[in-house]
């Protein structure tokens, strides 16, 4: 059990340090992410189930992802990333936090899990009735389909695809 912790804590610590080295390089190549206009954080608490992701080491094997937002007395968000390892059936569990950036529209946050080291988490397309969100970063190595139910209508994962398209986000990658 120990050892089994000091891996995952070191898988996290690994994967918080390559998106705070990814996320801190100048994205000047790409035009400016448009997130969503504003995000009623309360209303965004919950489970969400990853829908699709641009794959990277740190969920490598991971199969039925979701994270668990809770709002903290201090504003900021408790996240918890689950998923289960698709070669042994064993829970993964990430605990970290977030919080906002830009308070006016509360759609860029960001999150860390491991100190100092932090990530953009910017909401870039979100459900009228916060049945699905996007989230991406401005360098566009990373996004998540989210969304409230642990499968999407494909009409709305299609229009998804095409909104990220026009976002520059290479939607080739997706690991649905």
């Given amino acids: 059990m120990r050892s089994s912790l000091i891996i995952l804590s ?5 994967a918080v340090l390559f998106v705070a080295v990814r ?3 100048a994205a000047s190549t790409f035009p400016p992410l448009i997130t969503v206009p504003h995000v009623d954080l309360i209303r965004y608490m919950g489970v969400w189930h990853e829908i699709a992701r641009i794959d990277h080491s740190f969920q490598k094997g991971c199969i039925k992802s979701s994270a668990t937002y809770t709002m903290l007395p201090d504003g900021e968000v408790e996240v918890i990333n689950r998923c289960v390892n698709g070669k042994d059936g064993r829970l993964r569990e990430a605990k970290g936090r977030a919080w ?15 100190w100092p080291l932090r990530g953009d988490y910017w909401i870039i397309d979100l459900g009228e009735e916060y049945e699905y969100a996007v989230v991406g970063s401005p360098n ?4 998540w389909v989210l969304a409230r139910q642990p ?7 299609k229009g998804i695809l ?13 690991v649905r």
Wanted: net charge neutral; proline share 4%; no cysteine.
């Fill in 10 to 14: 070191t898988a996290v610590f690994a």
């Fill in 151 to 157: 499968v999407m209508d494909d009409i709305v994962y």
């Fill in 140 to 143: 566009r190595k990373y996004l």
């Fill in 162 to 174: 095409e909104r990220l398209t026009t976002q520059g986000f290479p939607v080739e990658q997706l």
């Fill in 23 to 25: 996320s801190s390089r």
């Fill in 100 to 114: 906002s950036v830009d308070p006016e529209n509360n759609a860029r946050l960001k999150v860390s899990f491991f």
